[in-house]
T-cell receptor
Framework: DAGITQSPRHKVTETGTPVTLRCHQTENHRYMYWYRQDPGHGLRLIHYSYGVKDTDKGEVSDGYSVSRSKTEDFLLTLESATSSQTSVYFC???????????????FGPGTRLTVL | RKEVEQDPGPFNVPEGATVAFNCTYSNSASQSFFWYRQDCRKEPKLLMSVYSSGNEDGRFTAQLNRASQYISLLIRDSKLSDSATYLCVVNGFQKLVFGTGTRLLVSP
């Protein structure tokens, strides 16, 4: 299995509080992604990174920000959590070299976030 | 129209059966395709990549029909451990588009 960890694995928070989720990889992969998964929607891309300090928005980026100061860490921040952000959040990585066109991605174990 | 569409199922099959899932995609420029497997409350795991007209890995066969823009996954000799949700995934460039998944239940 790819070396990807996420923390925390579970979190319950209240509306309006800031929340930061961490993704850590030991594969030295260039690309990192944050997705959320909700019933009926499948996995949706929030933000992704194509290198240290290089990030871009996905299809559901409103209310989220990211940072990547090191190759191995990709942080997702909810500045002011809302109940609509209750979801399961997955981090993914890909090496993006050689077979970049094919872009196989490997996922972390997920974080279950509940916003009350 | 959704970018990637799958029959949500569930498909209920007995052990040993052969089952096939189809997936359609809307972007004719898509270059590569994948099937992921997701167990309940777990992360998606790559099952197969489909790079050209199709490929086979043991009991699993994936096929791609570019003209009709669909991908299929065939599972032969189903095992209880095959029970999971199967996600069809289509690649654009550095981004993946996920279907909502087809649930498979294999019973004894």
């Amino acid at each position: 299995d790819a070396g990807i960890t996420q923390s925390p694995r579970h979190k319950v928070t209240e509306t309006g509080t800031p929340v930061t989720l961490r993704c850590h990889q030991t594969e030295n992969h260039r690309y990192m992604y944050w997705y959320r998964q909700d019933p009926g929607h499948g996995l949706r891309l929030i933000h992704y990174s194509y290198g240290v300090k290089d990030t871009d928005k996905g299809e559901v980026s409103d209310g989220y920000s990211v940072s990547r100061s090191k190759t191995e860490d990709f942080l997702l921040t909810l500045e002011s959590a809302t109940s609509s952000q209750t979801s399961v959040y997955f981090c993914a990585i890909s090496d993006g070299s050689g077979r970049a066109l094919y872009n196989e991605q490997f996922f972390g174990p997920g974080t279950r976030l509940t916003v009350l | 129209r959704k970018e990637v569409e799958q029959d949500p199922g569930p498909f209920n099959v007995p052990e040993g059966a052969t089952v096939a899932f189809n997936c359609t995609y809307s972007n004719s420029a898509s270059q590569s395709f994948f099937w992921y497997r997701q167990d309940c409350r777990k992360e998606p795991k790559l099952l197969m990549s489909v790079y050209s007209s199709g490929n086979e890995d043991g009991r699993f066969t994936a096929q791609l029909n570019r003209a009709s823009q669909y991908i299929s996954l065939l599972i032969r000799d189903s095992k209880l451990s095959d029970s999971a949700t199967y996600l069809c995934v289509v690649n654009g460039f550095q981004k993946l588009v996920f279907g909502t998944g087809t649930r498979l239940l294999v019973s004894p």
